[in-house]
């Protein structure tokens, strides 16, 4: 019931605009619905039982009352009688809620104990394996060799691998873009290129040494990500370009000047020392790019892979995010994952994904000249960037 009321507030907007409003009502009136008759069941198994319990234990003063007069009249000179039948008047009730709170104390423990069960299943989780110190690197080179991946178990009937076989190498200083269909695989390549996950099948190598052969901080520090959906934390500016390095200040604002977002964070209240509250709500979309940029260009590392880093930047972003990729990328390995064709035009090198394979590589014009997927995936953005609304007085239409 929580998920459902969550789901509903978070898609309000989509569901007013696209006329669900009464579907979405009606789902999670069912929801409401299907909680109200669980309880209901369990009520009518829990409610006699424990009514009652209840009613035994809360009539235990008035037990006590009539046994004592009863007791007291039958020796009304007995005085240790009288002090004891006050003493248990006095003490009695003070049973009651113990006795109470330890019935639900009863079902907390089942609660607690289902609780615990799931924290142990994540602390049960073995980690990746992590080697004492990394094999030494010959430089910044990234080879996929024959990797198959998949997310799901090798039980789950609808496992479905996210990587085929894939092999491709970004030659180091080089830009090697990788493009294709949604769900082609694209996304998954930079998650295993800083071994979020481990392959199945095959390696990925960082200058000639395979990535389980390199220790986490190693790992991490050849490696710099620039996403697609940026997090910024409820911290300062300053702070999250900084994100823990030993960097002064005048390194921090000197990495987002190349990021060209000096001008914008020098603006806000309290300049660099502004919280840009839970998720950076205080910046655009595009600014909060920029600041990611100026994480990356910061960190200084010599493999940078952006994915999807400009899909959501309007024109005047984009003209200042290319001028701060070009700040981040000189001399560096990228791996750059992009739906906008145009912006990888001059890439050294294409890979084409399709389906978790490798459908073709190549440069932009070899590619073309090969009139295969990545040339039709050309022709087709091209026809999209040059449609238009039109009509006529009630007429309209989606035209070419």
């Known amino acids: 019931m929580d998920a459902g009321f969550s789901e509903y507030v978070a898609g309000m907007q989509e569901e007013k605009i696209f006329g669900g409003s009464r579907a ?22 829990v409610t006699p039982i424990f009514g ?28 240790r ?44 989780e073995r980690p990746l394996p992590c080697p004492p110190a990394s094999a030494p690197r010959a430089g910044a080179e990234v080879a996929f060799s024959d990797v198959t991946f998949s997310y799901q178990p090798a039980s789950d009937p609808l496992r479905r691998l996210a990587l085929d076989h894939v092999s491709f190498v970004a030659q180091e200083g080089k830009l090697t873009a990788l493009v294709g269909p949604s769900g082609g695989g694209k996304s998954t390549v930079g998650q295993l290129v800083a071994r979020f996950w481990d392959v199945e099948g095959g390696s990925v190598r960082i200058g000639g040494v395979d990535v389980r052969d390199m220790t986490a901080d190693d790992l991490m520090s050849a490696v710099a990500f620039v996403f697609q959906d940026t997090y910024l ?9 900084r994100m823990g390095s030993p960097a002064t200040r005048e390194q921090v604002e000197a990495a987002a000047r190349a ?3 000096h001008d914008v964070l020098s603006a806000l209240p309290q300049g660099y020392d502004t919280l840009l509250g839970d998720g950076g709500h205080r910046l655009s979309g595009g600014e909060a790019q ?17 994915d999807e880093a400009m899909a959501f930047a309007d ?28 912006s990888i035009c001059n890439a050294d090198s294409i890979v084409v994904l399709d389906g978790g394979r490798v459908a073709e590589q190549g440069t932009h014009e070899s590619l073309m000249a090969a009139e295969g997927l990545y040339a039709h995936l050309w022709h087709v953005q091209n026809e999209s ?16």
């Open 233 to 241: 934390f409820a911290q300062s500016a300053y702070d999250n370009i």
């Open 81 to 124: 009688l009288i002090a004891a039948v006050v003493v248990f008047v006095i003490v009695g009730p003070a049973v009651v809620n113990p006795l109470l709170e330890l019935v639900e104390l009863g079902s907390e423990l089942n609660n607690l104990a289902h609780k615990l069960g799931e924290i142990e299943d994540v602390l049960d």
């Open 290 to 306: 920029r600041v990611a940029i100026a994480r990356a260009i910061l960190k200084d590392a010599p493999i940078v892979v952006l």
């Open 385 to 400: 960037g040059q449609w238009s609304l039109c009509g006529e007085a009630g007429k309209g239409g989606l035209h070419g």
């Open 259 to 261: 990021a060209r977002c």
């Open 315 to 342: 024109a005047e972003n984009e003209l200042a995010l290319r001028e701060a990729m070009d700040e981040l990328l000189a001399g560096r390995t990228v791996i750059m994952i992009a739906h906008r064709l145009y």
């Open 24 to 45: 979405a009502s009606a789902r999670l009136a069912r929801i409401i619905d299907q909680a109200r008759d669980y309880y209901a069941v369990y009520l009518k198994r």
């Open 52 to 79: 009652a319990f209840k009613t035994i234990t809360l009539s235990v003063l008035s037990f006590i009352l009539i046994a004592g007069a009863v007791l007291i009249a039958g020796d009304p000179g007995n005085t």
